[in-house]
T-cell receptor
Framework: DSGVTQTPKHLITATGQRVTLRCSPRSGDLSVYWYQQSLDQGLQFLIQYYNGEERAKGNILERFSAQQFPDLHSELNLSSLELGDSALYFC????????????FGPGTRLTVT | EDQVTQSPEALRLQEGESSSLNCSYTVSGLRGLFWYRQDPGKGPEFLFTLYSAGEEKEKERLKATLTKKESFLHITAPKPEDSATYLC?????????FGPGTRLSVLP
């Protein structure tokens, strides 16, 4: 158990809908990262927040957005969902910045039908 | 554009049979190279960070090395519990790029 929690574990929704994934980092960690893992694209970095501020951006679509709240939990919002958005979404946390050791949560499996 | 390739795609070893996994990368300004282990259906588990060519790190049966173009993950006398997918990633600038992984199976 990494200490990172993600909810929900599974999510099934229809195309065009909007969903919110939630992540609670390990106690004491200030950075939160979001990743998408699909069979054809592998693991892709989406975005990083540090102590409430966006710090780094990867291959995040404009339909996706994230935020980190004052209690350091984070939410990833996915809108106008497409079939291709079906994937495992992981959250990770670290004490400091980008080069720090990251601890991954168990993931949220999103299925878009 | 930053790129990471890993070889082999899959590797089957007998218990105790040592081997190496390769990670080749192209990145502008390497800030760090990372190795992770991932079990099916679970999140990746951090193994190592390497920062500069010539650096080596060890943990139990695993040893990671780094050159200017590639990294190796050496597995000495593996056990069945070492079976997993091993992912390599590079950080250049502000973006992590992951390789496709090597799927390792260690047979008893």
């Amino acid at each position: 158990d990494s200490g990172v929690t993600q909810t929900p574990k599974h999510l099934i929704t229809a195309t065009g809908q909007r969903v919110t994934l939630r992540c609670s980092p390990r106690s004491g960690d200030l950075s939160v990262y979001w990743y998408q893992q699909s069979l054809d694209q592998g693991l892709q970095f989406l975005i990083q927040y540090y102590n409430g501020e966006e710090r780094a951006k990867g291959n995040i679509l404009e339909r996706f957005s994230a935020q980190q709240f004052p209690d350091l939990h984070s939410e990833l919002n996915l809108s106008s969902l497409e079939l291709g958005d079906s994937a495992l979404y992981f959250c990770a946390s670290s004490v400091g910045g980008l080069v720090g050791e990251q601890y991954f949560g168990p993931g949220t499996r999103l299925t878009v039908t | 554009e930053d790129q990471v390739t890993q070889s082999p795609e899959a590797l089957r070893l007998q218990e105790g049979e040592s081997s190496s996994l390769n990670c080749s990368y192209t990145v502008s300004g390497l800030r760090g190279l990372f190795w992770y282990r991932q079990d099916p259906g679970k999140g990746p588990e951090f193994l190592f960070t390497l920062y500069s060519a010539g650096e080596e790190k060890e943990k139990e049966r695993l040893k990671a090395t780094l050159t200017k173009k590639e990294s190796f993950l050496h597995i000495t006398a593996p056990k069945p519990e070492d079976s997993a997918t091993y992912l390599c990633a590079v950080l250049g600038g502000q973006n992590f790029v992951f390789g496709p992984g090597t799927r390792l199976s260690v047979l008893p």
